[in-house]
């Protein structure tokens, strides 16, 4: 146990360093979803507090989307049983995507309107920096959803201005593999929230299940397949692409 939460903090540790994420006096402002990446990423910044050499505050957030499905108070509690101070929002975001008739596709829409609801916070408790569970699986994803669906090379960045204004994103755990996450998670008692009223949905169709799944499937042919392509995302070659911004023309 002890092993894989200490691989898990050696990524962290490296990727915070590495992308400046976090600097002295920083009020952090933590998504935390109830899932088992950020309730994993919330002991890995407890631990770092305790030390790093750097002095950082945090606080949690919750957003209740009000889903029949999901239930918030196992997490309160949780949070309240290891020190956790958190904040617990309720977004009637359930009914707005039932009202503007996107229960098709309802992640684009929820994850707008949670973003939403999390800048508001931040803004209130002057935080300088939110906090999000996006671990190297999730970039990759990413990544290939941008070239699948022709919208740029692009992935969510470790450290980068969150919705152009002051408040900026990092991304601790991007060096981390989900299946690490799960390992290190084992031994932990995470509270079971529930699921999503398009949960099941997600699962069979989402774009984003499905490029989850190809990755697994493409991990046997090429063994390693996500550590290459955190390599490849951190060595850019504008010179071998097509974008005429890049490229010496004459
Ligand atoms: N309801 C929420 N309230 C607060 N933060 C959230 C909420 N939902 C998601 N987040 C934040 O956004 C991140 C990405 O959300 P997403 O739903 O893509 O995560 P996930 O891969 O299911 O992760 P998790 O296991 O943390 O739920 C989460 O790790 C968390 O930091």
């Not at 906090?131 to 699948?148: A, E, N, P």
């Amino acid at each position: 146990m002890a092993d894989h939460f200490a691989q898990l903090c050696r990524l962290t540790g490296q990727a915070v360093t590495d992308y400046r994420m976090i600097e002295d006096g920083d009020r952090l402002l933590v998504g935390i979803s109830g899932g088992v990446d950020s309730m994993m990423l919330m002991h890995l910044l407890t631990r770092l507090q305790q030390r790093a050499p750097v002095k950082f505050e945090l606080f949690g957030i919750h957003i209740d989307e009000g889903f029949k499905g999901l239930n918030p108070q196992p997490l309160v509690h949780y949070a309240e049983a290891n020190g956790w101070p958190i904040k617990v929002v309720r977004a009637p975001i359930a009914e707005l995507i039932l009202e503007k008739k996107a229960d098709e596709r309802p992640c684009a829409l929820c994850s707008r309107l949670r973003r939403g609801f999390i800048h508001g916070y931040a803004e209130e408790i002057k935080a300088d920096k939110l906090v999000l569970g996006h671990h190297r699986d999730d970039l990759c994803v990413s990544l290939l959803m941008g070239l699948f669906r022709g919208t740029g090379l692009k992935t969510m960045g470790p450290n980068v201005s969150g919705d152009g204004g002051k408040l900026r994103v990092i991304r601790p755990m991007c060096y981390a593999p989900k299946d690490l996450i799960e390992s290190a998670a084992e031994p932990f008692d995470f509270p079971d929230l529930g699921n999503c009223d398009y949960a099941e949905q997600l699962e069979t169709s989402g774009d984003r299940a499905r490029l989850e799944r190809l990755l697994k499937t493409l991990e046997t042919d090429f063994p390693g397949l996500g550590k290459s392509m955190l390599h490849s995302m951190k060595d850019l070659r504008p010179g071998h692409l097509l974008d005429k911004k890049y490229l010496k023309l004459n």
